[in-house]
């Protein structure tokens, strides 16, 4: 960018940033510069990796509040340090961390000296669309454009119906053969990117995808015959402003060369370096106000555009308002920040313009199969996204996926194509309103979301290049192969429903169902509805989702017996806060269906549990662990535990109790099952607008039902 426009851009920007300087978040306590735009020095996030030795770890550090990445492991987990403030406290609770990338400005000007290396190297990459660079937010509009102009029977774009808070709206690309036709029975596989504006690569790929199909349908076998049986829709962008500012700042350089051309002194040069590289969240700045287009910019008052906003990814319907998602309220015990939350959830479920984007689309399509991407951490991820031990709303473990056997062995196909771990959400960390987990239980549709990448959000581009294609032993394969696998599951009938028979010629087939879908509180109304035209010949054969959500399906949970029959209680004295331990040893002498360690202390603070098991070399194994709110007693229940010797952990987080108890019981358990219900579509047969016929219709997974609607829809 020309230094004439970097003038220009600063000084349009200058009245921004004194709005900015307003807001809540500019005000902070004497000596706290966590949040307040002091200087240089503020704008120096650094990528860390903090030790975790356990999940009772991983809780404690999800309630500091900090900005969590999604690459974590046995044993630890990254996250951005945007202020000396954040350190403190992190510090001041007691984890270990080592620094990764000390200075993520920096790491961002080297990004761009290697990506210009890069292009200048070659005129054309290996990928589908031949890119060197990442695009612009205006690049994928006019690609997907591109696209349906090129091949109008093939692809075509369209909008998404909600304008984001910045006044954008939001493209989306539909790819299959006779793709203008109205809809006659195929299903749908919807790939998404950049949910986080910080996450390049996840729109790359997205995007890649879309032009690889295009390019290929008619020369590749495999491609051709799938778009002959699916439509694929790929939405590259889902939060269209907080991506346009991350991909802007993210490339401008460093702005404090111009601190003496700066009307405020210094202070706007700082805060737009590079103000929203790292940014995670969408625009939202006041729950429930749309503000005047532009307004975004004024959350250059949060350290690198991390603090407002809501994050999309705690924002869906499925389960919202459960853990790993803060609350609209700060609690300083719970150390959440509310609207300045990295996991802010939003004032509702589906209170934001983007995810009602993605609501309404999944709705209106029997999407069979749902990849949201996402950076960084090469993972796969399935649902559901609490542990299955996690006690629900409804006072019952939350448990498996109902589709978990399923689920997982799809994972493992798409994770041999690129090397990815196949795991649940809940092993990266607790999470709650995400994407799949709402698609999921709403449709019956499998839903993963792909962690692209190894080590950092937008690295460059080469990287990219080699996610998508494959490196090394996944030459040749990589996400390309994993999404085509996906394709492939999304036509597989003995995953999805089929209902076949006769109709009149040119009437529209609807299926609507509506239900009430749970969030970890209440529920909110919610439907599904989607249709086709029968063809000429009037034949149809429509791939649908079961018409039974997997939400309300049984489940199965162990209940165990009212009392042990085997059991023992320590007791312990003081533990110094933050650092102090105390180990107990139980031995259980016999397989035991569940073992039940409970912990309580007499203030109204924070300890903390974990259990482990002693192997044959004696070494300790975790086996679980307990890291419940200030003033909340924990528990761990270890099920199917295997005689030997147990170590019960006890920490002091931040507790000034003089002593504490721990119960340990053996229990025997029955295997019970949760009732559960079957559900059915409501069918409807209709010709010029009219209805003419309406029935009750149940599908099940592999099902196929024949219905002859000739006679009944002619009315």
Not at 128 to 148: C, I, K, N, V
Not at 629 to 644: C, M, T
């Amino acid at each position: 960018m020309p230094r004439s426009a970097l003038l220009s851009r600063l000084g349009a920007l200058t009245a921004v940033a004194g709005l900015a300087l307003t807001l809540p978040l500019a005000t902070s306590s004497e000596g706290d510069d966590s949040r307040a735009p002091v200087g240089v020095s503020a704008f120096r996030p650094a990528l860390i990796t903090v030790q975790t030795p356990g999940r009772a770890a991983k809780l404690r550090l999800e309630r500091l509040g900090l900005d969590l990445t999604e690459h974590a492991g046995h044993g630890y987990v990254e996250a951005v340090l945007h202020t000396a403030g954040e350190q403190r406290a992190l510090e001041a609770a007691g984890f270990d961390y080592t620094v990764r990338i000390p200075d993520l400005v920096v790491r961002e000007i080297e990004r761009q000296k290697l990506d210009a290396a890069y292009a200048a190297s070659r005129k054309r990459s290996p990928l589908p669309s031949g890119r060197t660079g990442y695009r612009t937010l205006a690049d994928y509009e006019s690609d997907m454009e591109a696209l349906a102009k090129d091949h109008p029977n093939l692809a075509k774009r369209f909008a998404l119906p909600l304008p984001t808070l910045d006044g954008r709206t939001v493209y989306g690309v539909e790819i299959g053969s006779d793709v203008r036709r109205p809809e006659s029975g195929r299903p749908t596989f919807l790939l998404m990117g950049l949910h986080h504006a910080r996450e390049w690569p996840s729109g790359e790929l997205a995007m890649e995808f879309a032009v690889d199909l295009v390019k290929n349908y008619g020369r590749d076998k495999r491609i051709t015959g799938l778009l002959d049986r699916a439509r694929v829709i790929v939405v590259p962008v889902v939060n269209a402003d907080g991506f346009d500012l991350s991909r802007t700042d993210g490339d401008i350089v460093d702005l404090r060369e111009l601190n003496d051309a700066d009307p405020l002194g210094g202070t706007g040069t700082t805060l737009l370096t590079p103000g929203q590289a790292y940014k995670r969240k969408n625009c939202r700045v006041v729950d429930g106000i749309d503000t005047p287009d532009g307004t975004c910019r004024a959350t250059l008052v949060s350290p690198g555009g991390f603090g407002l906003g809501v994050d999309l990814n705690r924002n869906y319907g499925g389960f919202w308002g459960g853990p790993g998602a803060a609350a609209t309220t700060p609690d300083a015990a719970n150390v959440e920040a509310g609207l300045a939350d990295p996991t802010y959830r939003g004032a509702a479920p589906f209170s934001e313009p983007e995810t009602q984007n993605i609501q309404q689309l999944v709705r209106s399509r029997q999407v069979t199969m749902l990849i949201s991407n996402h950076t960084f951490s090469n993972l796969v991820l399935r649902p559901n996204g609490v542990a299955p031990t996690t006690i629900g709303p409804d006072g019952i473990p939350v448990g498996d996926a109902p589709d978990e056997k399923g689920l997982k062995r799809l994972g493992a196909a798409m994770a041999k194509q690129n090397g990815y771990q196949n795991i649940h959400g809940w092993q990266l960390y607790d999470t709650t309103g995400t994407t799949e987990d709402w698609s999921y239980n709403a449709t019956g549709g499998y839903g993963y979301t792909f962690e692209i990448g190894p080590n950092e959000f937008h690295p460059p581009f080469a990287d990219v290049v080699d996610e998508y294609l494959g490196a090394g032993k996944y030459a040749g394969k990589g996400n390309r192969e994993a999404y085509l696998i996906a394709l492939e599951h999304a036509v597989d009938t003995r995953y999805q429903g089929v209902l076949t028979g006769s109709a009149p010629a040119g009437a529209v087939l609807r299926l609507r169902k509506t239900f009430d879908s749970p969030t970890w509180s209440s529920s909110f109304e919610d439907f599904v509805d989607s249709s086709i035209t029968v063809p000429g010949s009037g034949r149809f054969s429509w791939i649908v989702n079961p018409s039974t959500r997997p939400v309300v399906r049984s489940r199965t949970y162990d209940k165990i017996a009212d009392k042990p029959f085997a059991s023992k209680t320590f007791e312990g004295g003081m533990l110094t806060p933050l650092t102090g331990t105390a180990d107990h040893e139980y031995v259980v002498k016999r397989a035991t269906d569940v073992l039940k360690i409970d912990l309580s202390w007499p203030t109204p603070d924070d300890m903390d549990l974990e259990v482990y098991r002693k192997k044959a070399d004696g070494s300790l194994e975790e086996v679980g662990s307990s890291a419940n709110l200030p003033a909340q007693d924990e528990s761990v229940q270890i099920v199917d535990a295997k005689p030997g010797t147990y170590v019960i952990r006890v920490l002091n987080y931040t507790s000034v109790a003089p002593s504490y108890t721990v119960e340990v019981g053996q229990y025997a358990a029955q295997k019970a099952r949760t009732p559960g219900k079957r559900e059915a579509y409501t069918l409807t047969c209709e010709v010029g607008g009219k209805v003419r016929s309406r029935q009750q219709v149940f599908v099940d997974r592999g099902q196929v039902r024949r219905l002859d609607l000739a006679r009944a829809c002619k009315g």
